[in-house]
């Protein structure tokens, strides 16, 4: 049983446009965390959300992303206007503080493909 | 800063071989490490983890064991099988770290030969 289900699976858009991802996780977790990969390459961190704000951003972060949690439950990742470089896959996990550190259950991730 | 270091691929290997893929990292604090596996069109999946030295993580016949003096993880395997072709990531998270954020190591891609 996953612990989190991302929508949609892969997204095609043109560049410029904006593109909402979500994340919906099954319990009620406080940490949540976006991650982004570039086909074939590493998984690069982009952002975590703590208590409804954001707590550490990446340097790929910028402007043009943005996080919420719209219904204090589903969690969303905008990029206002998507540039041909945002095609990637990205995943969303939720986290859970154990007394080691905060275990991260990853999405199966979106695919999102700028054209 | 944190970081991941694995071995370069993609390893090629034959059903039934040892597979042996090193992973060494640099934290502040005492890290957890993880092996997350993704396979072909797939997600992350979290395949092993250890969260103190001496720990050996295990799953599917895979094994690692954190080794701090050494600051390794390594990942074994005894017999391969053409289901484990997949690209195996190395990844730390650290309380030390803001907000215990996974750092994950480059990808090790793996492909398993009849």
């Known amino acids: 049983e996953p612990e989190v289900t991302q929508t949609p699976s892969h997204q095609v858009t043109q560049m410029g446009q904006e593109v909402i991802l979500r994340c919906v996780p099954i319990?009620?977790?406080?940490?949540f965390y976006w991650y982004r990969q570039i086909l074939g390459q590493k998984v690069e961190f982009l952002v975590s959300?703590?208590?409804?704000?954001?707590?550490?951003k990446s340097e790929i972060f910028d402007d043009q992303f943005s996080v919420e949690r719209p219904d204090g439950s589903n969690f969303t990742l905008k990029i206002r206007s998507t540039k041909l470089e945002d095609s990637a896959m990205y995943f969303c996990?939720?986290?859970?503080?154990?007394?080691?550190?905060?275990?991260?259950?990853f999405g199966q991730g979106t695919r999102l493909t700028v054209v | 800063g944190d970081s991941v270091t694995q071995m370069e691929g993609p390893v090629t290997l034959s059903e039934e071989a040892f597979l042996t893929i090193n992973c060494t990292y640099t934290?502040?604090?005492?890290?957890?490490l993880f092996w997350y596996v993704q396979y072909p069109g797939e997600g992350l999946q979290l395949l092993l983890k250890?969260?103190?030295?001496?720990d050996k993580g295990s799953n599917k016949g895979f094994e690692a064991t954190y080794r701090k003096e050494t600051t390794s993880f390594h990942l074994e395997k005894g017999s391969v099988q053409v289901s484990d072709s997949a690209v195996y990531f190395c990844?730390?998270?650290?309380?030390?770290?803001?907000?215990?954020?996974?750092?994950f190591g480059p990808g090790t891609s793996l492909s398993v030969i009849p």
């Open positions: 319990s009620n977790h406080l940490y």
């Open positions: 934290a502040t604090g005492y890290p957890s």
């Open positions: 996990a939720p986290g859970v503080r154990v007394p080691q550190n905060t275990e991260a259950f």
């Open positions: 959300f703590y208590n409804n704000e954001i707590s550490e």
């Open positions: 250890a969260t103190k030295a001496d």
């Open positions: 990844a730390l998270s650290t309380r030390e770290t803001s907000y215990d954020k996974v750092i």
